[in-house]
């Protein structure tokens, strides 16, 4: 398509709809280009008015690719379009990346070795077929330390989306598994044979198999090609390797690629999206053209001050300056605070304040890099009878990891408690819900006879996988025994890390890290309580409190917690980014790495465009009942970096005064 002018009959008045720069990307005409489009700056209106405006200047339906990152997203985008055409987007190729891969392979799964009708894996599929397989091939399935399905699955995912070989993977990024990488290795290897005798495609196949289709069989190739005359790709900055190569591959013929994204909103990479291929795209593209929307129609011009400085600190990156097209607003504020138990006091009083101003709950969120941060923030806003819900997980208690740890010290409690020993027992290999129950048994009728602990607990005898963990049970459940000898909640907990739970949630989970960490949060909570009843008395109140977030009692109007991660694409009237310390703000292990430490920043930069008309930073200068490290904090050195006359600050950082709690029929909460 050469140099583009406005349809004389078109019915969309572009130049009325449209500000200048998004209506310059809009109406651009053929070869590759790359739009900068900032944070709030209409991002998902340009690429419509992109699609409507190819439509109406005579590109059919079916010579467009729209590929975004959810079906939602696709749906959206060309029911507006249909919306304001009348009709004429009916026929448009819209979807995923991997709807679309799955779409081309249904007509030519046989020319790759398939058969018509291949299943595609969910989840649980997968993970039958990889522990299957597992075992058939040999692999120590029964040794602890050996990865379940579902981490297998992750290693192999990552694998192939960022096109690092295996070894590799496990090396740098599950270091604790590099003694048995070649058993890992065996696996997948046979789980790649197995997939293919059964007919059957995992999700990354989609991707992978349909590039492989394209690259080999050069006729199927030609055709889509030829097809799609213009290829469009929303939030290119997610893109990984693959991705970027589909997009290639499809789009060669014509080379009309129009790619929208903000790089400054890069944050994916820990699950294989890649930086450089929105930041070589003109590269790759030699002679693309590049657009940048820069107004932004969400937040308060102090709210964008702060993220203009904040991602400035990045060598990497498209310079941008995002305007805000509303006229005024409240300037961000900087708040620090004595202690982590401050900081949760705070954040709740304020939202109280803003709430008594007219903001609904719902309007309020508090953004955090981790996790596990936002566990003084639950426990204030349940002793407060604030409703909240956390979209970045469950509720920290509520937790299967938590929960766990929590069996553990009930049974030592109570050994009476069998659905504290039940939930125990089946976290030993081999152990399922009819041996646990025949366990239980036995060592329930053991210690009815008189005998002591441990040797009820060494009468039942467990699959024989499991003989060798159970006896350490035993001997680690002996030793943090209430009744045996005084040992403080923090220490029984660290006992049943040390001895049992790590190895358990290194095999288990693929995200560990994150969950030891909530661990070591949770003993530095346990280390205020005198004793292990005391601890898991405020553990059951605080999970049970009636009327704190309660969805029964505040329907939809909650405050969101949620990590920043899961927070892209969302605003807020007030946003709340806590934890702005070195080591929890940017994280530990980002300080050593400086591509590591951008992407933190990029991730700063996500959590201050969340806001609307409010944004409150806030820092602790102590970590109380701290695990390990240093308990003094030190400032992020993103507020650092932020001019202090952008910030307002709370008149001399006072102590917060405790906000009122909800009276309810559980007292004395708080620690």
Not at 143 to 169: C, G, H, M, Y
Not at 363 to 369: F, G
Not at 404 to 426: C, Y
Not at 619 to 638: A, E, I, K, V
Request: proline fraction near 4%.
């Amino acid at each position: 398509m050469g140099t583009a002018t406005l349809n004389p009959g078109a019915r969309i008045d572009y130049q009325a709809e449209l500000n200048e720069q998004q209506l310059a990307a809009v109406t651009s005409p053929g070869g590759p280009a790359l739009v900068i489009a900032g944070a709030g700056s209409g991002k998902t209106r340009t690429l419509t008015y992109r699609v409507a405006w190819l439509l109406e200047n005579g590109v059919k339906p079916w010579n467009i690719l729209l590929l975004t990152f959810t079906n939602k997203a696709a749906r959206e985008m060309t029911g507006r379009v249909a919306e304001l055409l009348g009709a004429g987007a009916d026929g448009i190729w819209s979807g995923t990346f991997h709807s679309i891969g799955n779409r081309i392979l249904r007509h030519h799964a046989e020319a790759i070795g398939f058969r018509p009708g291949f299943t595609i894996l969910d989840r649980e599929d997968q993970s039958d077929l990889l522990k299957n397989t597992a075992r058939d091939t040999g692999a120590p399935t029964r040794d602890k330390r050996f990865p379940k399905p579902d981490v297998l699955a992750e290693l192999f995912s990552l694998s192939s989306n960022t096109e690092e070989p295996l070894e590799q993977i496990v090396r740098e990024r599950f270091g604790y598994f590099e003694e048995i990488t070649s058993a890992i290795i065996a696996v997948r290897g046979a789980y790649e044979k197995r997939k293919r005798t059964a007919n059957a495609m995992d999700f990354d196949d989609l991707l992978l198999q349909t590039r492989r289709l394209l690259r080999e069989h050069r006729e199927t190739g030609e055709y889509y090609r030829e097809q799609f005359q213009h290829v469009l790709v929303d939030e290119y900055q997610d893109t990984n390797l693959v991705q970027a190569d589909f997009v290639d591959q499809l789009g060669s013929k014509h080379g009309n690629i129009m790619v929208v994204g903000d790089d400054a909103q890069s944050i994916y990479s820990w699950r294989g999206a890649n930086f450089e291929n929105i930041l070589n795209f003109s590269r790759r593209y030699p002679g693309a053209a590049t657009h940048r929307i820069e107004t932004n129609y969400r937040s308060v011009p102090g709210i964008l001050d702060v993220a203009n400085a904040a991602i400035r600190g990045n060598s990497r990156q498209f310079e941008k300056n995002l305007r805000a097209w509303r006229s005024s607003g409240a300037r961000p504020v900087l708040a620090q605070l004595a202690t982590n138990n401050e900081q949760a006091s705070y954040v709740a009083e304020q939202i109280l304040k803003l709430h008594g101003e007219g903001l609904d709950f719902r309007d309020m969120a508090v953004l955090y890099r981790a996790h596990f941060h936002s566990m003084e923030i639950q426990l204030e806003l349940t002793r407060c009878g604030i409703p909240f819900e956390v979209t970045s997980g469950l509720r920290f208690f509520e937790q299967a990891h938590i929960k766990d740890i929590a069996a553990f010290l009930k049974f030592t409690v109570n050994p009476s408690d069998e659905t504290a020993f039940r939930r125990m027992a089946r976290l030993l290999p081999g152990v399922g819900e009819k041996t646990a129950d025949n366990l239980w048994e036995t060592v329930k009728a053991a210690a009815a006879s008189g005998i002591s602990f441990d040797r009820a607990l060494r009468a039942a005898r467990p699959p024989a996988r499991a003989a060798k963990i159970w006896e350490q049970l035993a001997v680690t459940l002996d030793e943090i025994a209430p009744e045996r000898k005084p040992i403080s909640p923090d220490r029984a907990i660290e006992a049943v890390m040390d001895a049992l739970y790590e190895d358990h949630m290194k095999a288990e989970f693929a995200n560990y890290e994150s969950r030891r960490e909530d661990l070591r949060t949770l003993v530095g909570y346990a280390r205020q309580f005198p004793s292990t009843e005391d601890f898991l008395s405020q553990v059951a109140l605080l999970t049970n409190a009636d009327g704190a977030g309660s969805r029964e009692e505040a329907g939809d109007d909650r405050v969101v917690l949620s990590s920043i991660h899961q927070a892209k694409g969302l605003e807020w009237r007030a946003v709340f980014v806590i934890w702005l310390t070195e080591g929890m703000f940017p994280g530990s292990r980002s300080l050593e790495n400086p591509d590591s430490l951008e992407e933190e920043r990029r991730l700063f930069y996500v959590a201050v465009t969340r806001g609307r008309d409010h944004l409150y930073l806030t820092h602790p200068q102590l970590r109380l009942n701290s695990n390990y490290g240093d308990p003094f904090q030190r400032r992020s050195r993103f507020i650092a970096e932020i001019p202090e006359h952008l910030l307002d600050k709370p008149e001399a950082n006072e102590a917060p005064r405790k906000p009122p709690v909800k009276k309810t029929s559980q007292k004395d909460w708080w620690y």
